[in-house]
């Protein structure tokens, strides 16, 4: 063949394989949420030190593009959006790879991390013709707090007030709300407003929701921006709170207050919250996302007690309210999210031994799907997982009045001393209140595992089926 003619053939060949190349480089928006401490920075740290430190250490059986060699490398690059803070993975990883190692510190807001997967693609055509694929991944951490503020879309003040009042003269919240409320019943809601007032009053409401959450471990908070208001903190938007009284005014009088007046002013200032910073996340981030990953922690409300529990159980209904959209929903009329997939994870399993993870599986399952609404994710294909972003025990048996009993073995996080324990069952189903008056689930917070390296894949559990299911048919 003559030399020019070759020249070309090649030059033909080139051009086609780097066509393909674009043809099958894809991109993904993953959303990975969860409650303050469900575990969303050890989760996406492990996530990305397992892609990008991959070895012949790496427990991933059942990540397919891993199994099959087809794996090729994963490193970080830029995010693109430069606008949102970026996930500060190396500070993650250093605390966790440190002697001794420790966890992450927590995190308040959004923020994004991008990978590049560079992988084989299986298919046989592509395969011959190209020698590798990118996969990019967008990750983004965002409060699970801010997803608790979705139905307010569909209240208007006086009702949210109301909603919140009831919350409020319950058990476990009547005690600590007394005085918020004896406030409330203080002031003349028709008088020309004052806002030193209005903002003291605010911040009296905001305390008492960082104590229901901080202090006493419950989840459902709204709105879930007054406890994490990210760059939004001391703005005037985020001061407002439930009017308690509405049972006790005239609601003619109400619906004609002006805004100068303090009930006018409050019913303003939620009107405002809705439409800037509620529908906004949903506008300017939730579109986006492609998958979502939502991570609950089941063991601490277990550990804390009934109240607790109910109180996650009501979040998680709360949270799970974004991902319901049929055809005539609100929401995708509103946003035309476009999430096709959606794993509901329970965090930080090896807390437990591993025969009662298919429990922690099941209990997270029925806190997600209540049964009268099994179809409600019809467009979604949805998994339920019991994982742990980065091992903090080591599972064994141990002699006990002359049986061999399951425990786990760690460090604990209080004093770094090792300890032995058998935490006990974790309910297969929603318990009854029964449960905690006959039995008492052992919870201890463990430090992380003494790291191999920073460069070594972390122990995990289930990252692997984690990665199959968010990533794995794109990596085909
Ligand atoms: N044993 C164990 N503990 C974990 C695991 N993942 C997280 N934890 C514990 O949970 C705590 C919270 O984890 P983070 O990853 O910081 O949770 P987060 O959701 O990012 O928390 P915020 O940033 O406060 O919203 C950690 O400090 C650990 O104590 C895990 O896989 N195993
Ligand atoms: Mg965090």
């Known amino acids: 063949m003559p030399l020019i003619e070759k020249e070309l053939i090649e030059k033909i060949r080139v051009k086609a394989n780097v066509l393909k190349h674009r043809a099958i480089d894809q991109h993904i928006n993953l959303a990975v949420t969860g409650l303050s401490r469900s575990g969303k920075t050890a989760f996406i740290t492990s996530l990305v030190n397992q892609l990008i430190n991959e070895n012949a250490q790496s427990q991933m059986t059942f990540f397919s593009t891993m199994q099959e060699g087809r794996f090729i490398a994963a490193k970080r690059v830029p995010q693109k959006n430069l606008h949102i803070a970026r996930f500060d993975y190396d500070s993650a990883a250093q605390a966790l790879s440190e002697e001794p190692p420790h966890w992450p510190a927590p995190t308040k807001g959004i923020s994004q991390l991008r990978i590049a997967i560079k992988y084989q693609p299986k298919d046989s055509f592509i395969k011959y013709t190209t020698n590798a694929a990118t996969l990019f991944v967008d990750i983004t951490d965002y409060p699970g707090e801010w997803l608790l503020d979705l139905p307010m879309l569909n209240q208007t003040y006086e009702e949210w007030s109301q909603a919140t009042t009831e919350l409020l003269l319950q058990s476990p919240r009547a005690d600590e709300a007394a005085s918020f409320l004896n406030r409330i019943e203080s002031i003349s809601p028709f008088e020309p407003v004052d806002e030193k007032l209005l903002e003291d009053i605010s911040k009296q409401y905001t305390e008492l929701l960082n104590k229901f959450r901080h202090e006493m471990g419950l989840s459902l908070i709204q709105p879930g921006r007054f406890i994490l208001p990210g760059d939004l903190a001391g703005a005037p938007i985020l001061q407002f709170f439930p009017y308690t009284q509405f049972k006790h005014i005239d609601l003619d009088h109400y619906q004609k207050a002006q805004d100068d007046t303090l009930i006018g002013m409050l019913r303003a200032r939620y009107i405002e919250y809705k439409e800037r910073v509620v529908k906004e996340f949903y506008k300017e981030h939730f579109v986006n996302f492609d998958r979502q990953i939502i991570l609950a922690d089941c063991l601490t409300p277990l550990n804390n007690g009934h109240s607790s529990f109910k109180d996650l159980q009501q979040a998680i209904t709360l949270i799970t309210e974004s991902f319901r959209y049929g055809s005539t929903n609100f929401i995708s009329r509103l946003f035309s999210p476009k999430i096709d997939k959606l794993l509901f994870a329970a965090t930080k399993s090896d807390h437990v031994t591993p025969e009662q993870h298919g429990n922690l599986t099941s209990l997270l399952a029925q806190l997600v799907h209540p049964v009268r609404q099994k179809t409600n994710f019809d467009n979604i294909n949805t998994e339920t997982l ?11 048996k141990s002699q006990h009045q ?19 324990l058998y935490p006990g069952m974790v309910p297969k189903e929603l318990p009854a209140k029964s449960y905690w008056q006959d039995y008492q689930f052992k919870f201890v917070p463990f430090a992380p595992l003494v790291s191999t390296g920073l460069h070594q894949p972390f122990q995990h559990i289930r990252m692997d089926q984690v990665l199959e299911f968010l990533l794995g048919d794109k990596m085909k």
Not at 390 to 396: D, H, L, R, S, Y
Not at 403 to 409: A, D, E, F, L, S
């Open 386 to 396: 019991a994982i742990s972003s980065v091992k903090a025990t080591q599972f064994g």
């Open 402 to 420: 002359g049986k061999q009993i399951p425990v786990v073995r760690g460090n604990q996080l209080s004093d770094f001393q090792e300890i032995t």
